[in-house]
């Protein structure tokens, strides 16, 4: 997987490891594996747009408060982005289809943050207290010009008003906004198994991780197993038609490790208990498998991550 690597500084000194989300919300198109392709480099920035709306055959998602505060605790640089540009989807009436960013104002951003010499979590939320709201309204502005240069209906002012209102007032009213909305989607993923999910135990479970920074984040896990005073955490990734799950797929469950083996006090119903963190990846097609020499060595990758990271990866039936 490609990263994107910008160098800004006047002496060339900083190299940037950049991602971009293409929607704030976290469950569409791998913003996760994305953000893992820069974990290694010393300064982080990922690109999120604080609003995406689709038109009224489309989705409309808003930024989280979560999202800005995992990223925070990953020490990764956050740039609220908007869209000046997109055009009409020719499948639908009312929806629209390639989205840009705003390139002078991402880039603009990147110069501040190479400058910057504080923490990303100070980054973060010095934009979330002093600039996310008048991002709201450039964006605003340019959907209603998107809407008149495709004539794509979008959804209805008083959401993005309401979302304005939200962020404006106080950071905790973000947060309280934002976290009923993400406890919302984590009670409807848990009734959904997806085809991605090959599960053995059928047994998925909320999980909710608090951190120091204040940080809450609402996870399903796709598999628990308890034994004793130690639970399995298993995120589970499956694919119908290749030997291994994709490699978005893959480093999706790998963040998400990064979490779980990072946590300290773990509670089952007010209950202290260990945990064992596992990546457990099948296909319909891996038994009697013959891996190429490119699907060995990343097995053989994922195995050094796991034991140096203190997870466990399990192929299939192996270990």
């Not at 009213?173 to 959904?192: G, Y």
């Not at 990072?262 to 099948?282: A, H, P, W, Y």
């Not at 296909?283 to 991550?305: G, M, R, V, W």
Request: net charge positive; aromatic share 10%; charged share 25%.
């Amino acid at each position: 997987m490609k990263v994107r690597l910008y160098v800004l500084s006047k002496n060339g000194n900083n190299i940037f490891g950049i991602s971009k989300w293409v929607s704030p919300k976290r469950t569409r198109s791998y913003p996760y594996q994305r953000v893992y392709n820069t974990l290694n480099f010393s300064k982080k920035i990922t690109v999120i747009p604080i609003i995406k709306d689709e038109g009224l055959d489309g989705d409309r998602d808003f930024l989280q408060w979560d999202t800005v505060s995992l990223m925070s605790l990953l020490d990764v640089f956050v740039i609220f982005a908007y869209y000046n540009n997109a055009t009409k989807n020719s499948k639908y009436n009312n929806k629209i289809t390639r989205f840009k960013f705003d390139n002078k104002y991402v880039i603009s951003k990147i110069k501040e943050i190479d400058q910057y010499h504080s923490s990303a979590l100070h980054w973060n939320l010095n934009e979330l207290k002093n600039n996310l709201h008048n991002i709201v309204d450039i964006a605003n502005k340019c959907y209603k010009n998107i809407t008149k240069q495709t004539g794509v209906v979008l959804h209805n002012q008083n959401g993005i008003d309401n979302f304005k209102a939200k962020i404006s007032e106080d950071i905790s009213v973000f947060m309280k906004f934002s976290r009923e909305k993400a406890k919302d989607a984590q009670a409807r993923e848990i009734l959904t198994n997806q085809q991605k999910e090959n599960l053995s135990t059928l047994t998925k479970a909320k999980i909710t991780i608090t951190n120091y920074l204040g940080g809450q984040y609402f996870f399903t896990v796709d598999e628990v197993f308890i034994e004793g005073n130690v639970i399995e955490l298993i995120e589970s990734k499956h694919s119908k038609t290749s030997i291994l799950p994709s490699i978005s797929d893959i480093k999706d469950g790998l963040l998400k490790m990064i979490l779980y083996s990072n946590l300290k006090d773990i509670e089952v119903n007010g209950i202290k208990m260990k945990s064992k963190v596992i990546l457990k990846l099948t296909s319909d097609k891996i038994a009697n498998a013959t891996y190429t020499k490119l699907q060995s060595n990343l097995i053989q990758s994922l195995l050094d991550e796991a034991k140096e990271n203190d997870f466990v990866v399990k192929i299939g039936d192996l270990q």
